[in-house]
């Protein structure tokens, strides 16, 4: 285990209490709703309601909506190679997301999928996404991605896309916490309200306990979901730090357990 | 060998010699009589043809073939019309007969072949159901670490500018006796070997040639 790596981990709450670098905590959010075939309701709302809850708590937010291929990519690149000294790296997607073949893939809104290759020609990959913040040696990384809808694709009836598959696949990554709105193979729902279950769950637990353990933090989420849905989803999360993170610690500036 | 010969054997065999010919061939059997063997192994041959095309059937395949299933239909026909007046015909149980009759004496009841075997369809059906169900509830789990298949450490980990050429990296690479052996995805990132020659001095090299955004150190142990 890198020693570095866990000192970075342990540093991470006390560096956000004193603030003494900036940008300590970065998030790149997206939110795509404007898909040519399988528009959205709620994302753009879910991506302004979560940049709104992290700004508050002192991240340096990066937003940006309905991002065709050529600009996610590049939003993301651009994210993984500009942050490497932070403290913190958050990514929140919204929007619509499949798995191929053990790996996650995010639909920019101009996605035009009919076969595997497109998949992998016309989508940003998550997983590569998380491997690439895993890498990362200093600060920690947490990537939430609420992009589990049913897209139509899937009930098109065409077999060429035999491997791919609704929902997103599970990934864990050293350094970092990954959390889906939904188990992974699952699909979410976009809610009936002008936000996603998941996304009202998850700003309302940063408004009210942002000083819990992440871990913990997510399993409130986790809670409030399950019971809103009736169990139809269920979120789901990994964590792999080193250290103990949280979005905003306590008042001694370390992370709180029962707020 | 004499191509004349063997020429007019053939046709001999034919019965196709003209009397010229067979004056040549009978001269010919007289100067070299170890000859007449190939002329009757040709006669022999010729007659075996004979035989086999005779004994096929003037008709085309596929008329052929279509008559015989007209031959077939009519004979199954009688063969109803005959079983309808006549005890059917006795023939052996097949495994399905042979299963049932085991089944009907350990169970004590009697259970219809053909209710079996479309029984062990459903279940097959089921089965295979159940299976493709699953397999599209499946997912995978990998870990980040997919880069695990990589080459390990010590590596440079490398992004180049958008902007920069084939040509220029490949001089930059060169300079620092580098070789790509991971990479790029969709991030833009390499992963690249140092043959020979200090890793540091390699990645100060790069940082310094201005064609880079990102030039990291990967250790051996991760």
């Known amino acids: 285990m890198n020693i570095a790596r866990i000192l970075a981990g342990w540093a991470i709450a006390l560096t956000a209490t004193a603030g003494a670098q900036a940008p300590a905590r970065v998030a790149l959010l997206i939110g795509n709703a404007q898909y040519a075939d399988a528009p959205l309701r709620n994302p753009l709302n879910d991506v302004r309601e979560v940049a709104a809850s992290l700004k508050s708590l002192g991240f340096a937010v990066t937003t940006h909506e309905n991002l065709k291929l050529g600009e996610m990519r590049e939003s993301l690149r651009k994210f993984v190679l500009t942050t490497r000294t932070a403290d913190v790296r958050l990514v929140y997607f919204a929007g619509h997301g499949l798995q191929m073949r053990g790996r996650s893939y995010l639909l920019p809104v101009d996605a035009k999928i009919n076969n595997e290759t497109h998949v992998l020609e016309r989508t940003a990959d998550a997983t590569e996404l998380v491997e690439q913040l895993s890498a990362i040696e200093r600060g920690a990384n947490v990537v939430i991605i609420d992009a589990c809808r049913t897209h139509p694709m899937f009930t098109s009836g065409t077999r060429k896309m035999w491997a791919a598959k609704p929902g997103l696949s599970k990934v864990t990554a050293s350094g970092t916490v990954v959390a889906f709105s939904t188990r992974p193979g699952q699909t979410a729902l976009d809610g009936d309200g002008a936000i996603s279950v998941y996304t009202r769950h998850l700003t309302r637990g940063l408004r009210q306990a942002p000083a819990l353990p992440v871990e913990e933090f997510f399993k409130r989420v986790r809670a409030g979901v399950v019971a809103e849905t009736n169990n139809k989803q269920v979120p789901w999360e990994s964590s792999d730090l080193n250290g103990e993170l949280c979005f905003r610690p306590g008042a001694n500036g370390q992370c709180v357990r029962e707020p | ?222």
């Open chain 2, 1 to 222: 060998m004499n191509p004349q010969f063997d020429e007019l054997s053939r046709k001999a065999a034919a019965g196709t010699l003209t009397a010229a010919e067979r004056e040549w061939l009978d001269a010919h059997l007289r100067e070299h009589p170890d000859k007449r063997a190939q002329l009757e192994w040709d006669a022999a041959l010729s007659a075996k043809l004979e035989q086999k095309i005779a004994a096929m059937p003037a008709l085309p395949g596929w008329e052929r073939t279509e008559r015989a299933l007209q031959a077939e239909q009519a004979a199954s026909e009688t063969g109803r019309t005959a079983r309808a007046v006549k005890p059917a015909v006795v023939r052996s149980p097949g495994i399905l007969d042979r299963v049932s009759d085991w089944l009907a004496s350990s169970l004590g009841f009697a259970i219809n072949a053909q209710a079996m075997a479309v029984a062990l369809v459903l279940v097959q059906a089921g089965v295979i159901g159940a299976l493709a169900w699953q397999y599209e509830r499946d997912y995978s789990e990998i870990r980040a670490g997919t880069q695990d298949q990589t080459p390990r450490g010590p590596l440079l980990r490398v992004s180049f500018r958008e902007d920069v050429r084939e040509s220029e990296l490949r001089r930059a690479l060169a300079g620092i006796g580098g070789e790509i052996v991971g990479g790029p995805g969709q991030i833009g990132v390499y992963l690249v070997r140092v043959k020979d020659g200090d890793l540091r001095a390699a990645a100060q090299r790069l940082r310094a040639s201005g064609i880079t955004e990102l030039v990291e150190i990967v250790e051996a142990k991760r």
